[in-house]
């Protein structure tokens, strides 16, 4: 009995840190909603908007190429480069352009 008792114990401590710890990427979730309901003010916020994009973008699009046959790999890389290329400098551009 008090092994039943312990194994149910264990069990339901690791259930309540396991539902926490999910819930950790729901909150931070929710808070990155939050700030992208806030529009961007100054430029410096714009350009690190637009380099963020950019950046998770490119991160997709990889992944995407990833998926594909070997063969069209290197042609999707090299476009997710010049899009990748593209959006940074005109996230450049609009730092500058004030």
């Known amino acids: 009995m008090p092994n039943k008792f312990s194994s149910l114990l264990v ?14 990427p729901v909150a931070i979730e929710e808070r990155l909603l939050e700030r992208g309901a806030v529009a961007d003010m100054t430029p410096q916020q714009r350009y690190r908007t ?5 950046n998770g973008g490119y991160k997709l ?10 063969a069209e790999r290197m042609a999707c890389r090299r476009d997710a480069k010049a899009l990748f290329d593209r959006d940074m400098a005109a996230a450049r551009a609009m730092l500058r352009n004030r």
Do not use: D, F, P, W
């Open 11 to 24: 069990s339901l401590v690791l259930a309540v840190a396991g539902s926490a710890a999910l819930a950790q």
């Open 50 to 54: 637009a380099i963020n994009e950019a």
């Open 61 to 70: 699009y990889l992944a995407e190429c990833a998926a594909i046959a070997a």
